[in-house]
Nanobody, 125 residues
Framework: QVQLVESGGGLVQTGGSLRLSCAAS????????MGWFRQAPGKERQFVTA????????YYAASVKGRFTISRDNAKNTVYLQMNSLEPEDTAVYYC??????????????????WGQGTQVTVAS
């Protein structure tokens, strides 16, 4: 079993920045594909970004590409999401996720086995 705990959410103004962290424990972290999803009120949980086990490959949803950056530090069992140029449309609960098997940076929610409890990000206009 893998446990994931997100942190770093909060309230920011439009155009501001925020960095989210996801700390993993329980089982091996370094060989897992990791991803971030977000869910706004009344909407489905949607893909944001994913990163390969080595950190050498990343994939972003079109809505965040160029503004968000995902990274990981396997020695610290932690994945990060740096969010810049934030917009009110980015307001959501952000979830960290880990795949159990497979090396693809999948954008489908069903591809991920382990999930954190989420952290709230609110962007005020």
């Amino acid at each position: 079993q893998v446990q994931l705990v997100e942190s770093g959410g909060g309230l920011v103004q439009t155009g501001g920045s925020l960095r989210l962290s996801c700390a993993a424990s329980g089982r091996a972290f370094s060989n897992r594909v990791m991803g971030w999803f977000r869910q706004a009120p009344g909407k489905e949980r949607q893909f944001v970004t994913a990163i390969a086990w080595s950190g050498s490959s990343t994939y972003y949803a079109a809505s965040v590409k160029g503004r968000f950056t995902i990274s990981r530090d396997n020695a610290k069992n932690t994945v990060y999401l740096q969010m810049n140029s934030l917009e009110p449309e980015d307001t959501a609960v952000y979830y960290c996720a880990a795949r159990n098997a497979g090396d693809g940076m999948d954008s489908s929610r069903s591809a991920y086995t382990y999930w954190g409890q989420g952290t709230q990000v609110t962007v005020a206009s």
